[in-house]
């Protein structure tokens, strides 16, 4: 099979995660996806808890003896809790470290261990702009993307040398889910795009609320040969709403 290597793909039930197995498949890459739930797409699905680290560490290994040797990883899974910073519960706050942070380590560590005696492969960590830019209202959510972006950075100065590039994807608003989860008002993602003053929220300068394809697009050029010279970096797709 004339392939681009085979794919984990973590959070593939919907959204982004879902977008971005499907952009690696159609570039002819082999896709496992772990979740929770079954992915939308039609690939390889090993049911796993990123946030525990024997079930990773077990999935990882069956994904090299049942496919092959992995030669990319994208952590897509991530959970959204929000809500004022003074009254966060200790529960929320374990909750989407366990997910957006550990996680991500969980995966990155174990998919490594199989890449470095390898000499090559790729790392992209999904992460988000609020880890760059205060949210009010997402305290936890933006320290917990904070870590995850800052983690794959650091595994990127220690893997380099064995070949490894690590890379984080860092979306703005994006029409998932969980993104439709937090308009209350009918205008849905107009409010997005005009921003809010009154929260220190700057709207979209491109003017669209970003498609999980456009993030997934953003993925599949990091994971390509076309990157191969880029590490360490964190790309921000979210039409310029944090003005970076």
């Not at 593939?12 to 082999?30: D, F, K, P, R």
């Not at 079954?38 to 990123?50: G, L, M, N, S």
């Not at 174990?110 to 702009?129: D, E, F, K, Q, Y």
Request: glycine share 10%; proline share 5%; with cysteine.
């Amino acid at each position: 099979m004339d392939t681009h290597g085979i794919a984990v793909v973590t959070g593939v039930a919907g959204g982004i995660g879902a977008a971005v197995a499907e952009a690696l498949t159609a570039s002819g890459h082999v896709v496992a996806g772990l979740d929770r739930s079954k992915p939308e797409p039609d690939i390889a699905w090993y049911d796993t808890d990123v946030t525990d680290t024997r079930a990773v560490d077990t999935a990882v290994a069956a994904v090299e003896d049942e496919i092959g040797p992995i030669s990319l990883l994208v952590s897509v899974a991530g959970i959204l809790r929000t809500g004022p910073a003074l009254e966060l519960s200790d529960e929320d706050w374990a909750d989407l470290f366990a997910v957006n942070a550990t996680g991500v380590m969980h995966l990155s560590r174990a998919v490594a261990r199989h890449m470095v005696p390898r000499r090559r492969g790729a790392i992209v960590t999904v992460g988000s702009n609020a880890a760059g830019v205060p949210r009010a209202g997402m305290a936890a959510y933006a320290a917990s993307k904070a870590a995850a972006a800052h983690y794959t950075r650091c595994l990127g100065l220690e893997l380099a040398t064995h070949g490894i590039r690590c890379n984080i994807v860092s979306p703005g608003s994006t029409d998932t889910p969980m993104q439709r989860a937090l308009w209350t008002e009918d205008r849905g993602p107009d409010a997005v795009i005009a921003g809010d003053p009154a929260a220190f929220k700057v709207g979209i300068p491109l003017g669209r609320i970003a498609d999980p394809e456009d993030i997934a697009e953003a993925v599949c050029f990091l994971a390509s040969d076309a990157a191969r010279h880029i590490t360490m970096q964190d790309l921000y797709v979210d039409g310029g709403a944090t003005l970076r």
